[in-house]
């Protein structure tokens, strides 16, 4: 079992930053991604960014290229993800989820549905 507790939303004005973070508890699979998610009130839970967790290499949704970053902390097995030259189009609930992958190098899934464990969610409220 593995539990996820992301946090880190908040009001920010246009143009704002923010800086999420998810940190992972239980039993942590050898070969992982870590991705976030966003959810805007009558829409569709889209994918935002991911990672792998041992290689580090990143895939990010085409709304954030140049605006948000992932990383991760190993010690503290946490993800963060920085949101930078924030918009109103980003205001969602963000979620942090957790895919197991057969290997180390296998290819991000961007799809919601291959995502194993999920956090609970924080608010992301962009001001114009």
């Known amino acids: 079992q593995v539990q996820l507790v992301d946090a880190g939303g908040g009001l920010v004005q246009a143009g704002g930053s923010l800086r999420l973070s998810c940190a992972a508890s239980?039993?942590?699979?050898?070969?992982?991604?870590m991705g976030w998610f966003r959810q805007a009130p009558g829409k569709e839970r889209e994918f935002v960014a991911a990672?792998?967790?041992?290689?580090?290499?990143?895939y990010y949704a085409d709304s954030v290229k140049g605006r948000f970053t992932i990383s991760r902390d190993n010690a503290k097995n946490t993800v963060y993800l920085q949101m930078n030259s924030l918009k109103p189009e980003d205001t969602a609930v963000y979620y942090c989820?957790?895919?197991?992958?057969?290997?180390?190098?296998?290819?991000?899934?961007?799809?919601?549905?291959?995502?194993?464990?999920w956090g609970q969610g924080t608010q992301v409220t962009v001001s114009s």
């Open positions: 989820a957790t895919k197991r992958l057969l290997w180390a190098g296998q290819a991000i899934d961007v799809s919601e549905a291959a995502y194993d464990y």
């Open positions: 239980g039993r942590i699979f050898s070969n992982y991604a």
């Open positions: 990672i792998r967790w041992s290689a580090g290499s990143t």
